[in-house]
């Protein structure tokens, strides 16, 4: 089941945005704007607000990523950190595996992997350049199993 729609948060002043426009794509998403809403140790968060460039694997040229989350958050020793989060399903973090027959939906899967990989590396470096780190979350980490 597909779930999207507008979050409207308890903390609003948490919010680095507009937090009357916080839109959610997942369930997942929303899940996670609830924690960071809720979470004491977040000190602030936003969803799609950052644009990292790019490079497309597939047509060469300079694209927009919009990751999905970035949160500043007070670690266990009161060290506040700030993490690029990039919500996926797991299945969708490891690379397709090789076919024999080779199908539309494989070609499909071996552009998005490729497109993934490019946000991805992209994302490493520019938070490298800040003294952030990036994470791929998946419903592992979110103690989602189903």
Not at 2 to 31: H, M, Q
Not at 92 to 121: D, F, H, L
Not at 128 to 133: F, G, I, V, Y
């Amino acid at each position: 089941m597909a779930y999207k729609g507008t979050f409207r948060p308890k903390n609003p002043n948490k919010y680095d945005g507009n937090p009357s426009n916080i839109i959610y794509r997942s369930r997942w998403e929303l899940v996670c704007m609830m924690r960071f809403d809720e979470d004491k140790n977040v000190i602030k968060w936003s969803s799609e607000e950052v644009i990292v460039p790019y490079r497309s694997p597939i047509d060469g040229k300079i694209h927009r990523y919009f990751p999905d989350f970035i949160v500043k958050i007070k670690n266990p020793q009161g060290i506040v950190e700030t993490k690029m989060l990039e919500i996926k399903p797991f299945a969708q973090t490891r690379p397709p595996e090789k076919q024999s027959n080779i199908t539309k939906r494989y070609i499909t899967e071996v552009k998005t992997w490729g497109i993934n990989e490019a946000k991805w590396k992209a994302a490493t470096s520019f938070c490298a350049d800040r003294k952030w780190s990036f994470h791929i979350i998946t419903e592992k980490e979110l103690g989602l199993t189903f």
